[in-house]
């Protein structure tokens, strides 16, 4: 059972609008910025977005974090079949001194 | 290029011990804190352990008291000993460079897979 949840499975198809949400509590996404992580099959995590908004250089701008109260989202505009991956929310916890993840959300391109 | 290069995985019986390694090049190892990251078959990360510039630690309570990290600024490396292993520590261990402000892990490294099975 992850701290933050996540939806198990989104799906958009190629052009749509996908969004995908993370929600916690006061300890973590109430007090501590949020950050998306992207894992295409078969590789390592990338940083998708940090500080709730902001984007790593090289990253495109068709995604977007998010962050209102205890909860977070993560938007991708433009959908791309090459967008197919594991998105992952995480933020520090207060409580638990240290990262906590969602359990991850699986981005089908139909 | 930032370069994270795990090593030291491999099969390890139940109850025993493992340390695997993280070469870091390309950026400024010292200035970074560092994070471990764990990735069991078919789930999700888990988040293990990191420890600050200073040397401060922290761990996941799964692995506390049982896992230790450490790093050795001189030689850009970081480490962790992984102590009375069970069959749910089997996992892909990923290091990672923990920006402090955001706890934003913004640099990965591939991976080393450690297998407990007898």
């Known amino acids: 059972q992850s701290v933050l949840t996540q939806p198990p499975s989104a799906s958009g198809t190629p052009g749509q609008r996908v969004t995908i949400s993370c929600s916690g509590s006061?300890?973590?996404?109430?007090?501590?910025?949020v950050n998306w992580y992207q894992q295409l099959p078969g590789t390592a995590p990338k940083l998708l977005t940090y500080?709730?908004?902001q984007r790593p250089s090289g990253v495109p701008d068709r995604f977007s974090g998010s962050k209102s109260g205890t909860s977070a989202s993560l938007a991708i505009s433009g959908l791309q079949s090459e967008d197919e991956a594991d998105y992952y929310c995480?933020?520090?916890?207060?409580?638990?001194?240290?990262?906590?993840f969602g359990g991850g959300t699986k981005l089908t391109v139909l | 290029e930032v370069q994270l290069l795990e090593s030291g995985g491999g099969l390890v019986q139940p109850g025993g011990s493992l340390r695997v390694s993280c070469a870091a090049s390309?950026?400024?190892?010292?200035?970074?804190?560092m994070s471990w990251v764990r990735q069991a078959p078919g789930r999700g990360l888990e988040w293990v352990s990191a420890?600050?510039?200073?040397?401060?630690?922290f761990y996941a309570g799964s692995v506390k008291g049982r896992f230790t990290i450490s790093r050795e600024n001189s030689e850009n490396t970081l480490y962790l000993q992984m102590n009375r292993l069970r069959a749910e520590d089997t996992a892909v261990y990923y290091c990672?460079?923990?920006?402090?402000?955001?706890?934003?892990?913004?640099?990965w490294g591939q991976g080393t897979l450690v297998t407990v099975s007898s």
């Open positions: 500080s709730h908004s």
């Open positions: 420890i600050s510039v200073s040397g401060g630690t």
């Open positions: 006061s300890s973590n996404i109430g007090s501590n910025t």
């Open positions: 390309g950026f400024t190892f010292s200035s970074y804190a």
């Open positions: 990672a460079a923990l920006e402090y402000s955001s706890s934003s892990l913004d640099y």
């Open positions: 995480a933020a520090w916890d207060d409580t638990l001194n240290g990262v906590v």
